[in-house]
Structure formats: structure tokens, C-alpha cells
């Protein structure tokens, strides 16, 4: 079974600075996909950044970065230049490839609470 | 374009009665995801549904819910005699294929006395 693991429930930062969210998980696939997911106080859920397994190089989206150690199975976030808009819980995920008849299956952690301080 | 819709965006419902969420996926987007959000938890898959196959049920907890996809698009999770462990935020997600990003809805707060 795959697992995510997010060890932080909450965290804070200054306005305008740095902060990473960690997130490991566990799986014995080869071939996968990662996200991290923002659920802001409105309920929805936005994507923010993804990750293949097989790429070497980490994802970046503007001020969303990851880095992807596969072998150790980890995926973090780094959010650079912190605004007080990504106030919000932060979700890791874990997409297991399956067969277009299953479908696939995320699995998520429990969240990192995230607070931008002004 | 628009985004995944549903509704209602909250429901608070007795224990023992039955009630229906409602999922607008995407236009275009083949394949259709049931989660369920607990207060503090992740998300927990219920269902599963790509164009006309058999919905891959295997999240469902128990046999009081149950989900249909009329045409292939518009999602409806039915949950009969709800109980108070029932209460969670329902959330519904589309993607193109099997393999591309699931794009999720608000969700839908369901609160059961």
C-alpha cells in the first residue's frame, strides 16, 4: 500500500520569506506522479505543482519548487517570496499509474496548515 | 472555462435520511473521482468512473453509498440512511484521462445531525 507522510501540521512564515513543506512517502512502484495540493478557508483545491517519477529534474512554477529525491522517497515544497494569498493547508499526493479500467488512485497526507504572517 | 461544480455546497441532513451530491466534471474530461474529506484527515477515495466503463467502487465504505454518472459527465453520490460519521466534505475531481491531473470541485459539506 502507498503511504504520504506530512510530519508538519502546521507551520507559519514571515510575509516575503521562504519556507518548505516536507513530505515523504512510501510505495514500491517505479513509476508515479507527485503533487502538492492548495486548500485555501474556500474549500477548493488547486493544483499547484506535479512531479514525474522519471523526471530527473525538479518541477518549479513560478515561486513553487520542489525538490524530488527519489530514492529517499521524498518530495518537498519550497514556497519563495511568501504571500499572505498562500495561506492555506497544503496537501502531498501520491499518484499510483494503474490501468485505464481502475483508474488512477491518489493518496494523500493529512496536510500542512500553512499561515503567512503580514 | 469552468472549473468542476458541485452542489449543494452544504447539506445538513437527520441521521437516517438519504441524500444526493451532485458532481458537474469539466466538459470533456472522461473520467470522474469521489473523495471524502474527514475533519483533519487527507482524502479518502470512494469511487471511480472512466467513460462507460464499470466505476472502480473498491473506496466505497460500506453499501449505503453508492454513485452513478449519467452520460458520462453530470456525478451523483447517493448516501442512504446517513449517519453522523457520515459527516465529512464530499469532493469531486476530473481529469482527461487516466493518466492526466484530477482538477477538484469545492466540495460539497454534508453534515449529518
Known amino acids: 500500500a502507498q503511504t504520504v507522510t506530512q510530519s508538519q501540521p502546521e507551520m507559519s512564515v514571515q510575509e516575503a520569506e521562504t519556507v518548505t513543506l516536507s513530505c515523504t512517502y512510501d510505495t514500491s512502484e517505479n513509476n508515479y506522479y507527485l503533487f502538492w495540493y492548495k486548500q485555501p478557508p474556500s474549500r477548493q483545491m488547486i493544483l499547484v505543482i506535479r512531479q514525474e517519477a522519471y523526471k530527473q529534474q525538479n518541477a518549479t512554477e513560478n515561486r513553487f519548487s520542489v525538490n524530488f529525491q527519489k530514492a529517499a522517497k521524498s518530495f518537498s515544497l519550497k514556497i519563495s517570496d511568501s504571500q499572505l494569498g498562500d495561506t492555506a493547508m497544503y496537501f502531498c499526493a501520491f499518484m499510483k499509474l494503474r490501468n485505464a479500467n481502475t483508474g488512477n488512485q491518489f493518496y494523500f497526507g493529512t496536510g500542512t496548515s500553512l499561515t503567512v504572517i503580514p | 472555462g469552468a472549473g468542476v461544480s458541485q452542489s449543494p455546497s452544504n447539506k445538513v441532513t437527520e441521521k437516517g435520511k438519504d441524500v444526493e451530491l451532485r458532481c458537474d466534471p469539466i466538459s470533456g474530461h472522461t473520467a470522474l473521482y469521489w473523495y471524502r474529506q474527514s475533519l483533519g484527515q487527507g482524502l479518502e477515495f470512494l469511487i471511480y468512473?472512466?467513460?462507460?466503463?464499470?466505476?472502480?467502487k473498491s473506496g466505497l465504505p460500506s453499501d449505503r453509498f453508492s454513485a452513478e454518472r449519467t452520460g458520462g459527465s453530470v456525478s451523483t453520490l447517493t448516501i442512504q440512511r446517513t449517519q453522523q460519521e457520515d459527516s465529512a466534505v464530499y469532493l469531486c475531481?476530473?481529469?482527461?484521462?487516466?493518466?492526466?491531473?484530477?482538477?477538484f470541485g469545492p466540495g460539497t459539506r454534508l453534515l449529518v445531525l
Open positions: 468512473f472512466q467513460g462507460n466503463s464499470a466505476p472502480d
Open positions: 475531481a476530473s481529469s482527461s484521462g487516466y493518466q492526466e491531473t484530477q482538477y
